[in-house]
């Protein structure tokens, strides 16, 4: 008894059969909870806790306790050295990583794009893409002598491979039909890039942005050390050197740990755009 | 438009495609000598077997593939490339996720000022029936909506043509029917020109003016259909159904599947090469339908086409058809219908569990992932208590299950009854049993059917009628009476937004006692979001009312505050659907060389969703009566009558259960908010019914609805309803 019929009758106005899915709700609707705060405050308190007792059990003199570098924070901000010094590495990360970004993300676009032009590229990308910055620093050095530049060149050197990558792969997964669709709306070879292969491919090149600038980060502070006389790589190294204050030394670390998380969370804040969420279905 | 009187939309000839092979040198060829032409202004489906070419045939029309040699001329030029006067729809969907509904629906319209495209969208997004969700992004919408919004992109570019690639493959049966249905209002509202590629023969004859039906591969156009239909088209009509029978003859599968390997064909519709080749597909979903013209296990006795015909395969004859499969017993399946087809009665009880265990069949519906269902809950209209059943409380049954499950019944059903054909039973779909045939000697002795327009006749040594309300045998032996007790009537539909209360019962069956007498709604869930809700009344009840379904419904909802207020966001899916489930008992259940199975036998207003356990129980009974009776080889009546009194005990259990349910509710919502009174319904509420000895509650019901009646002062004494029995 077939009592279905195809009628579209006046009565049955096209309502959609479906209500919006719940899809990306769940993460948007972030549930506060209690223990979201609490579990990690505790992990960390927990953490402070050891440190103190270990420091305080073993006797040292010569490593801090956590209120020295409380202390330590406090003395680096009377000074004015610690906002000169965050600064300093601010700058240099914007910097190198800017100038990766706004080379990296064309070149991956187009050598996803070409086919030819990925086979003469890719090889040369994979050899340089494993050396690790740090092993540039000498010819950094030479190049640049100890002015900014050589730890911008550093930083440059490697952000622009993930982002790269990231990027030559975000256009070979596009989806064909979004392609194909396109080419069905008569779109120029200008307008295909800009309005479809560049949107689709942003959501992985997003991600390939977030993870260079994670290795950005690790990698000014080690060009500090070495190839310049201010930021926090160098205020950690000066510290050591110019009397063993390892409290300033142990600020300086949790500086770059701070500044790392907030520069991930601002990065994580794009992914949640309208533009790109699509892209991150499943997390 | 200039082109509309002068030349074909869309001219295909001696088109050739062949792709490279694994080896070089062997290049696949995939469309042989392809010819077709299509009207400006037509509706035209291309069908054809998983895998046959025809998507790279409307991907070669549509310039986005370059054919092996030979022309395609759309509206008087030679296609070279994609072009934007002819806009595809792609079954994976390639509305832009980066984009809102609103922003793609005027991805083609860049060029037109911005009101003009302001308009141009507002129009389209309404024809549609997106309206309000301008500004949701894809994400955010189901399938069915997906492909909605891009069907309005397509439009709002203006085309002289649209091409269509499955563009409701991957929805739902429901979601499609209404697709389709909203797509015809939109081509008679808009005329273009549209080829439409499709697998199923049921949508091509619901949607096109003509069906090219592709041969495998590599694929011809092997026939044309003409579907001179009128629309809205009627999918119970003769015209359909013939139509459709054509479709599937041209296509070789004619119903026919499987085994046999005999081309010797009765059919003059099937040509042959089309027979033979479909034969020897791999497809990867198993097809139901099997054949009858050559059964491979020969019958016993000479010109038998099988030793028992079951007629209708819902659950008691798909059931009843795997018991047989498994004891070895040839049989045929006969089903008017095509499944999936659409029916109610959504939700299942434990026992059926045992019987799934039976036939192997448990591990299918775990895999299925229909929502599991833990327990029922009960709310009267008078206050908001909620009183919940848990299965794992009742455990008896000594299944290791805690849950049943809650089906979309179109599925539900095919999927029993693929599995029955899994275990060997032999299906034929499409065949309407017109009678059942007796010899001389009153024994049955086979069936006269109706498929593709033609009569013909098989012959068997029993007829088992599971054709389910139908009552096939029953009519036509006049056996059934009305059971004046029960003249119940149903209105339902799916829902979505329904609220389903607190999370722990969210998944649980929900019965809502409204104020009228008999009256009561279930709350269904089908899946995460849709849900079934439907009003069960007295038939009278809504004969009275004389309103339309819509306000009949919210009336009834609005006097259950609960009720009403979970509904008060839910959305109706598609058309109300009303029927009248009037209860009956037929005076034999089993005569000479035949019986009844399931509802065929006897229908009782299944307020427990006792229905499909019912069907499956009987099934279970009979298979165990016909595998004894043939091994004795004696048919006659007496041979069955174990089965019709275990089965008349049960229903009958289960009739006064409802009767006593109905004549005084607070009893039974008293009893099972109590754990002892639960624990007494144990065997009930798991459809266990079939011995009246354990089922003592009963008499202590009827005792107390006495007692109740026989004191006016009693609390209750005004919830009694008029019936006694």
């Known amino acids: 008894m077939n009592t279905l019929s195809n009628q579209p009758g006046p009565a049955s106005s096209p309502s959609p059969e479906a209500e919006r899915e719940p899809a990306g709700a769940p993460a948007s609707r972030a549930s506060w909870s209690p223990a979201k705060f609490v579990l990690p405050f505790s992990v960390a308190t927990l953490f402070l806790l050891l440190w103190d007792a270990g420091v305080r059990l073993s006797g040292s003199d010569l490593f801090p306790k956590p209120i020295d570098v409380v202390r330590g924070i406090v003395e680096l901000i009377q000074e004015g050295l610690l906002l000169k010094y965050v600064v300093a590495s601010l700058f240099r990360v914007t910097s190198g990583f800017t100038l990766a970004v706004l080379v990296g993300v064309p070149f991956g676009l187009v050598l996803g794009w070409y086919s030819r032009a990925f086979q003469a590229f890719n090889p040369m990308i994979q050899i340089f893409r494993p050396i690790s910055p740090i092993a540039w620093i000498p010819v950094a050095i030479l190049w640049f002598g100890v002015s900014d530049a050589a730890p911008i060149f550093l930083i440059f050197l490697a952000s622009v491979f993930p982002i790269t990558v990231s990027a030559i792969a975000a256009v070979q997964n596009m989806q064909p039909v979004y392609l194909r669709a396109a080419r069905n709306f008569g779109l120029s070879r200008a307008q295909l890039f800009r309005r479809v292969v560049f949107p689709a491919c942003l959501p992985q090149v997003l991600t390939g942005i977030r993870i260079a600038l994670g290795v950005a980060w690790l990698v000014v502070v080690a060009a500090e050390m070495i190839a310049v006389n201010s930021g926090l790589g160098y205020l950690i190294i000066d510290a050591r050197n110019a009397g063993k204050r390892y409290d300033l030394v142990v600020a300086g670390m949790v500086m770059i740990g701070l500044i790392g998380l907030a520069l991930d969370l601002c990065v994580r804040r794009l992914e949640k755009f309208d533009e790109v969420r699509w892209g991150y279905a499943n997390r | ?725």
Not at chain 2, 610 to 639: F, H, K, P, Q, T
Request: with cysteine; glycine share 8%.
């Open chain 2, 1 to 725: 438009m200039n082109s509309r009187s002068n030349h074909p939309a869309i001219s295909v000839r001696d088109l050739w495609m062949s792709f490279p092979g694994q080896r070089a040198g062997q290049p696949i060829l995939v469309l042989e000598r392809v010819n077709l032409e299509v009207k400006p202004g037509e509706f035209v489906c291309l069908v054809g077997p998983s895998g046959c070419g025809k998507s790279t045939l409307l991907n070669i029309v549509g310039g986005f593939l370059r054919p092996t040699r030979g022309d395609v001329i759309v509206e008087g030029e030679p296609v070279r490339h994609p072009d934007p006067r002819r806009i595809f729809v792609f079954q994976e969907n390639g509305v832009f996720p980066w984009l809102n509904v609103e922003e793609n629906i005027g991805f083609g319209l860049l060029a037109k000022s911005p009101a003009e495209r302001h308009r141009l969208v507002a129009h389209y997004l309404a024809m549609v029936g997106l309206g309000g969700f301008e500004r949701a992004y894809p994400r955010e919408l189901s399938g069915g909506m997906r492909q909605r919004a891009e069907i309005a992109r397509a439009l709002a570019a203006n085309p002289e043509i649209i091409y269509m690639d499955e563009p409701f493959g991957a929805l739902d049966f429901i979601t499609r029917l209404k697709m389709r249905a909203d797509l015809t209002r939109i081509w008679q509202t808009e005329k273009k020109t549209v080829l439409f590629v499709t697998h199923d023969i049921e949508e091509a004859v619901q949607l096109a003016d003509r069906v090219l039906v592709m041969s495998q591969r590599p694929a011809t156009i092997q026939t044309v259909i003409n579907v001179p239909l009128p629309r809205p088209r009627d999918l119970d009509s003769p015209g359909y159904l013939a139509t459709r029978d054509r479709i599937f003859a041209a296509m070789g599968m004619s119903l026919r599947i499987g085994e046999s390997a005999d081309p010797g064909d009765d059919n003059p519709n099937s040509p042959r090469g089309g027979a033979s080749r479909s034969r020897s597909t791999s497809e990867a979903k198993p097809p139901p339908q099997s054949s009858v013209s050559a059964p491979d296990a020969s019958p016993p006795a000479g010109k038998l086409d099988a030793q028992v015909i079951i007629i209708g395969a819902g659950p008691a004859g798909s059931t009843l058809a795997a018991y047989l499969a498994r004891a070895g017993i040839h049989h045929l399946l006969l089903d008017q219908s095509v499944h999936p087809r659409p029916h109610v009665g959504e939700s299942l009880v434990c026992s059926t569990t045992r019987i799934f265990q039976d036939i192997d069949f448990l591990p299918v519906m775990e895999q299925a992932q229909f929502v599991r269902k833990y327990g029922a809950v009960w709310t009267h209209w008078a206050d908001e208590q909620q009183r919940v059943i848990r299965f794992r409380e009742i455990p008896e049954l000594g299944l290791a299950q805690d849950y049943t499950y809650h089906v979309d019944r179109g599925r539900f059903d095919q999927l029993l009854l693929q599995h029955a054909a899994r275990q060997g039973s032999q299906v034929l779909e499409g065949a309407r049993v017109e009678r059942v045939e007796f010899g001389s000697d009153g024994l049955a002795t086979g069936v006269r059917l109706r498929q593709h327009g033609q009569e013909r006749a098989l012959r068997c040594q029993l007829v088992a009628d599971a054709s389910g309300r139908g009552t096939l045998l029953g009519s036509q032996l006049r056996l059934k009476r009305n059971d004046s007790l029960f003249h119940q009537f149903a209105v339902h539909n799916w829902f979505e937004g329904v609220d389903r209360g607190p999370a722990e019962t969210a998944d649980y069956i929900h019965i809502h006692v409204l104020p009228l007498p008999r009256a009561w709604v279930w709350l269904i869930p089908i899946d995460p979001t849709i849900t079934s809700v439907g009003i069960v009344t007295e038939g009278a009840d809504f004969a009275r009312g004389n309103m339309p379904v819509e306000d009949f419904f919210a009336r009834h909802v609005a006097s259950h505050p609960l009720l009403a207020r979970r509904m008060a966001r839910a959305r109706p899916i598609h058309e109300f659907s009303r029927e009248g489930n009037y209860s009956y008992v037929m005076d034999r259940f089993a005569g000479n060389g035949w019986l009844l199975v399931g509802d065929a036998a006897r229908f009782v207003d299944p307020v427990f969703s006792s229905g499909v356990s019912v069907a499956m129980e009987s099934a279970r009974r009979a298979a165990e009566a016909i595998i004894r009776a043939l091994a004795r080889n004696d048919l006659a009546a007496a041979a069955f009558a174990g089965y019709e009194r275990a089965v008349r005990a049960g229903v009958d259990i289960w009739r006064e259960f409802i009767l006593r349910y109905y004549q005084l509710p607070p009893l039974f919502l008293d009893l099972i908010s109590r754990p002892d009174g639960r624990r007494q319904l144990t065997q009930l509420l798991q459809g266990d019914v079939y011995d009246r000895a354990s089922v003592p509650i009963l008499e202590q019901m009827g005792a107390t609805i006495r007692a109740v009646s026989d004191d006016p002062n009693h609390p209750w004494h005004p919830h009694l309803s008029g019936h006694d029995h």
